[in-house]
C-alpha cells in the first residue's frame, strides 16, 4: 500500500512519536518517504535527536523529605480557601469573627511561640559574640534544649487541641523532625493521632513520622496494633507498605485478619497479599 504523502509541518509533529516508537505503520511509512526527500527536516529531526538525548540525562532531583508534609498542607490550605469562598458571611459577622480569632488561645499560643523562638535567637546570638565566657557552649546547648521542648510543647498542644486544623495538626507531625530526642509523651500523641484523627492526610503523615521512628520498639509495637484500628483503605494500604519496608513479622496476623473482613476494600486486599507474600518469603 502506497505512503500516504506528508508535508513538513505535519512531519514536525511527528518527530517525536517517530523517536520514541510511538508511530503507526502507515504514519511512519510516510514520514520517512518526506524525510528521504527533505533536508530541511532531516536537520531538524537531528537536532530534536540530540535534544531528546540530552534530556535523558538529566539527572531526576530527588524529592524533599518534607515533600509529602509540604503537600497535605497545601491541600489543607487549599480545601480552606475553597471552603471560605462558598461561605456567605455578612459583614458585620465577620468581623466579629476576625475579633474574637484573634484573641483565640491557638494564635496567642503561636505568637507567643514565635516571641519565645526571636527571644532565644537573640539570646543565642549574644552569647555568641561573648566568646570570652568560659561556658558559652554550655549555655548555647541550653538554649538548643530549651527550643526542642518548645518544639515538642508546640507539637503536643495542636495535636491535643481539639480545636486545631488539620493544616496545623499537619504542622505539628512536621515539629518530629526538629525533636533530636522524642520521649514516650511525643510518640503517643503520635501514635494516637494515627489511629483516631479524623483526616486521612494527617493520618497518612503521621504514619511516615513513625516509619523513621521505627528503631524504637514501641513504635513498631504501635504500628502493628494500629492494622486493625484502621478503616481507611488509604491507611491500610500505607500500613501494609510500611510492614514490609520495616520486615515487621509480627504484623502477620494482624493483615491476614484484615484480609478476612468482608468489608475491606479489594485494591487493600490485594496489597495485603503482596505483603503476607514479601513477609513469609523473609520468615
Not at 505512503?3 to 523517536?19: F, G, I, P, Q, T
Not at 528521504?36 to 527536516?41: G, M, S, V
Not at 511516615?208 to 486493625?228: C, F, H, K, M, T
Request: charged share 30%; net charge negative.
Amino acid at each position: 500500500m502506497e505512503a500516504k504523502l506528508m508535508n513538513c509541518e505535519h512531519a514536525s509533529e511527528m518527530m517525536v512519536d517517530w523517536l520514541n516508537n510511538q508511530m503507526p505503520a502507515a504514519e511512519r511509512a510516510a514520514f520517512e518517504v518526506h524525510l528521504n526527500e527533505c533536508p530541511d527536516c532531516q536537520r531538524e529531526l537531528k537536532a530534536t535527536r540530540q535534544l531528546w538525548e540530552v534530556m535523558g540525562n538529566v539527572t531526576i532531583p530527588k524529592p524533599s523529605d518534607n515533600l509529602p508534609i509540604q503537600f497535605y498542607t497545601m491541600l489543607e490550605g487549599f480545601k480552606g480557601t475553597e471552603n471560605k469562598k462558598v461561605e456567605k458571611t455578612a459583614f458585620w459577622d465577620d468581623l466579629k469573627y476576625k475579633i474574637e480569632s484573634f484573641f483565640t488561645p491557638r494564635l496567642l499560643l503561636r505568637v507567643s511561640y514565635s516571641m519565645c523562638l526571636l527571644l532565644l535567637g537573640l539570646g543565642g546570638g549574644y552569647f555568641l559574640s561573648r566568646q570570652q565566657t568560659p561556658d558559652y557552649q554550655a549555655q548555647i546547648k541550653e538554649l538548643s534544649n530549651q527550643v526542642q521542648e518548645m518544639n515538642e510543647k508546640m507539637m503536643l498542644t495542636l495535636l491535643e487541641n481539639e480545636n486545631s486544623s488539620a493544616t496545623e495538626r499537619l504542622q505539628a507531625v512536621s515539629y518530629t523532625k526538629e525533636i533530636d530526642k522524642v520521649d514516650g509523651k511525643v510518640l503517643e500523641a503520635l501514635l494516637s493521632t494515627l489511629n483516631n484523627d479524623e483526616n486521612v492526610n494527617v493520618r497518612l503523615v503521621t504514619l511516615e513520622a513513625l516509619a523513621q521512628l521505627a528503631d524504637n520498639p514501641r513504635v513498631r509495637e504501635g504500628l502493628v496494633q494500629s492494622i486493625l484500628k484502621q478503616d481507611t483503605p488509604l491507611v491500610q494500604a500505607a500500613l501494609a507498605d510500611v510492614m514490609v519496608k520495616l520486615e515487621e513479622k509480627r504484623s502477620i496476623k494482624p493483615l491476614q485478619r484484615l484480609l478476612e473482613k468482608d468489608d475491606t476494600d479489594v485494591i487493600v486486599k490485594t496489597k495485603i497479599k503482596e505483603t503476607l507474600k514479601a513477609l513469609s518469603y523473609r520468615v
